[in-house]
């Protein structure tokens, strides 16, 4: 039993106050054969994920150690500390509650998202307060569940495959930049959302295709939004407009052009 007046934090203060001097302390070398490194586990991780940096060859008879964003030591960019006697655990000003500190110098990751990406540096010091430093690197990628919403911001386009088609032939009404969460596309004939002059729509959850009244029976449209037209004629010729509703009910339109000429 410790007697009440020993101040019972009293081996914490030094190691706090020795993290924030860290950068001044002098030095350690190791022996080579044990080289310090740290390994991201798995080593590309999909945002979401849980990555542990897996710090290999750390030294014993540590006091603290310390992980920090970026490649250097700098007390602003601070994520955690443990001190290895008392075993506390202190969050710096760069911890968003998703990084674990394991006893063996480890960092874990939790849902990691692509603004972790980057390198991490862990400081370790020693009973002498000689400091030592690795850096490793954590590289995230999207999902696809990012990637769609990115594609989201990418422009609604149509290209006509081919620009013009000779009468009789084929043409693809190509569809760039769909969004992923699409529920529902439909085709008009003209500039407009009419359903007078509904063609073709399409439902992506029960792949569901329906025609409407300006439906010649020749137009076949993919889940992908894009529109085929077979044997197409001169009266073919004209605007063609991609109405695309998503789960959020949000819509999104765009017109595109088919050009007939006769040979
Ligand atoms: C450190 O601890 C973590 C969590 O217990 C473990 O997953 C990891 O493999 C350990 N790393 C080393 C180098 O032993
Ligand atoms: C859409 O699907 C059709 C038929 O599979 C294909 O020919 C076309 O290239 C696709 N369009 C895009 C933009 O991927």
């Known amino acids: 039993m410790e007697s009440p007046s020993a101040p019972a934090h009293r081996r914490c203060v030094p190691w706090q106050g020795l993290l924030l001097a860290a950068s001044l302390l002098t030095f350690w070398s190791l022996p080579t054969t044990a080289q310090l490194t740290i390994e991201s586990v798995p080593p590309n991780a999909a945002e979401g994920k849980n990555v542990l940096l897996c710090v290999h060859n750390l030294p014993a008879n540590l006091l603290a150690y310390s992980w920090y964003k ?28 998703r990084e674990a500190i394991c006893p063996n110098g480890s960092l874990q990751f939790q849902k990691v998202t692509l603004q972790d990406t980057g390198f991490y540096t862990l400081q370790a010091i020693n009973k002498d307060t000689e400091s030592i430093k690795v850096t490793g690197q954590l590289r995230v990628y999207p999902s696809l569940l990012t990637f769609w919403s990115l594609c989201t911001t990418a422009q609604l386009t149509i290209e006509s495959v081919p620009p013009n088609a000779a009468e009789g032939k084929d043409v693809l009404l190509r569809v760039h930049n769909l969004p ?3 529920m529902v596309c439909f085709w008009y004939k003209g500039e407009r959302v009419n359903s007078d002059l509904h063609i073709v729509s399409y439902i992506a959850q029960t792949q569901v295709i329906n025609r409407g009244p300006a439906s010649s029976n020749r137009e076949t449209i993919y889940p992908n939004g894009s529109l085929l037209f077979q044997k197409v004629t001169l009266q073919d010729t004209g605007y063609y407009t991609l109405e695309a509703i998503d789960k959020n009910f949000q819509k999104k339109q765009v017109t595109g052009r088919l050009r007939v000429y006769r040979e």
């Open 70 to 97: 970026g490649e250097m030591v700098d007390s602003d960019l601070r994520i955690v500390s443990y001190a290895t006697d008392t075993r506390i655990i202190t969050l710096g000003p760069a911890s968003n509650n």
């Open 180 to 182: 992923g969460d699409v």
